[in-house]
């Protein structure tokens, strides 16, 4: 099958198949998306600078996909992309602030925070549910200076994806089962406490 395509094309592979001054158009587009993403920045305020909930990780492939597209294909108008960046963005907004004020609509939209440890008990249960290892949240236990299961209080996955952890100050662990199993691998399984399916 004959195509018009020369192999190892090198002005193709590095400049493409548009007029070279297409590149100038690339630049000046360049500053559009900038500038409107910088907008879609300030609609979403400084919490969705941080860490981000359900529906802003949905937002931030929308708007990837979007100003991708108006940026590398010439057929793609800037006006298609602008109302798709501020589009997706109020309507996210708008999301939110209905979540804010129905707990339904919270629930299903971002879920709720989860209780993985209590008292020392993992609940394998909340972690199937929830698509999580014991070897990852036993990383998180260890990065947030448990030793071992007996020393958390309470461990929850909180809806931005990060585990929040509360160790009891007033227990000295009997043992180190936490790092065991990473110091001393041969010797030790991974900690097997279980808890109810709370």
Partial sequence: METDIR???????LLGLPPKLYMLEIAFKIVVIFAILMLVMR?????GQRDLSPMQQMLLIALGSAAGDALLYPSVPLAYAALILVGVTLVTIALETLAEHSRH???YMESRPRVLVRDGQV???ALKKERTTRRELYAELRMKGARSLSQVHCAVLEVTGDISVFLDDSCEPDDEDLLAYVLDPDNHTVPQREGGTR
Avoid: C, H, I, S
């Avoid at 609609?43 to 919490?47: D, N, P, S």
């Fill in 43 to 47: 609609l979403m305020g400084k919490r």
């Fill in 105 to 107: 609509v919270r629930d």
């Fill in 123 to 125: 609940d394998f249960d």
């Fill in 7 to 13: 192999v190892f094309d090198w002005d193709r592979l």
